[in-house]
């Protein structure tokens, strides 16, 4: 695995200890084994990453480090899925194209995919307890169009890159992110970031919305290190996903809205960017994301295995859902109707 400096970390990253690596496309599916356990198609299609014992159903008994035979992240410990949704472009004949993801920074040759973060408390000290097996959650909601300002909707926004990530500026969500997708066209693509809930109930692996197990902090944030609520008193790593789109293909002005909207769609038929969602399901072998929170590793982790990006772009698992995304579709995989509001 190719390590980058720290000092180059800190210009897409603030100052502190975190894992930060790449989870390669493993498949675009229209599956959901967290909100749609047996439903292949689910509602929407989804970039889904991790270990290969990906699967339809993934009941929390499921042991997945044993289940899987490779994974598509560089820590080769982590046998966990992290997915999203899918974005697409809309051209002026109304026909759609999906959008791919690409490499982030620092991060190539990944084939697309998803980065991820497991981030320990700011004080470089407090412990945090890493997830237990079976452990899954989501954050955000796909339904949601309007910028509601609530702890959740905070977590979750996009940042408009210049060409080769430029216009990095602040932790993600500050500056010029929006929580809505940019109004402009981004010449380095778009970066969508998701940072999930960091306290949890101490009990439950997992809760009928899937959220209700998780909190966050009950004042301040994770990085000011506010308190837990007391029902929900165990401070748990905080996990982010950034996903690298590459919008930059399509920023033909020719092709965008005539009325000056933007013409990029969530597969949910989002066409706000307020439906931002991430699903996240636990699968790290034994203790070792605890050992690596514990040593408040920076990018760089002894404790953990890794293996090259070019193998954990080998990794890949067969669409379970065979039907037309990557041509020009007439209508969204699961004919989603595309709502602003
Ligand atoms: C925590 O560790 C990081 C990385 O080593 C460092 O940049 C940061 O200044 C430290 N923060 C505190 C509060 O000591
Ligand atoms: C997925 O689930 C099916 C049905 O339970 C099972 O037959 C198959 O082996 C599973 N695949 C993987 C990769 O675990
Ligand atoms: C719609 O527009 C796209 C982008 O210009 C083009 O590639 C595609 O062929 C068009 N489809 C039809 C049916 O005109």
Sequence with gaps: MQWFSVAALALVAPANAMLRFSCSELVVDRIDPLVNPGQAPSPH?????????LNITMNPSLDLPTQSTCTSCTFSEDFSNYWTAVLYFRARNGTY??????ANQFLEPANGGITVYYIPPYDNRSKVTAFKKGFRM????????????????????FRCWEKNFGGEQGAPGTGSD??????????GGIRANHFFPTCWDGKNLDSP???????????????????????????IPQVFYEVAWDTSQFNDPNEWPEDGSQPFVFSTGDGTGYG??????FGWQGDALQR???????????????QSTQTANQCTVKRRVNEPIDQWLTELPG???VTYS
């Design 45 to 53: 299609l989804h970039q889904l990453v991790g270990g290969n014992a």
């Design 97 to 102: 194209k999906r959008v791919p993801t690409f």
């Design 138 to 157: 989501l954050v955000g909601d796909p339904m949601k169009r309007k910028n509601m300002n609530d702890a959740e909707s905070r977590q979750l926004s």
């Design 178 to 187: 929006t929580r809505y997708l940019p109004n402009k066209p981004c010449p």
């Design 209 to 235: 919305d899937h959220k209700s197990h998780v909190a966050f902090p009950s004042s301040g944030t994770f990085e000011s290190n506010g308190p837990c609520p007391a029902s929900h008193p165990v401070k």
């Design 276 to 281: 931002s969602h991430a699903d996240y399901v």
């Design 292 to 306: 690596a929170m514990d040593a408040f590793c920076n990018v760089y982790c002894p404790t953990l295995k890794s």
């Design 335 to 337: 004919d989603n109707p």
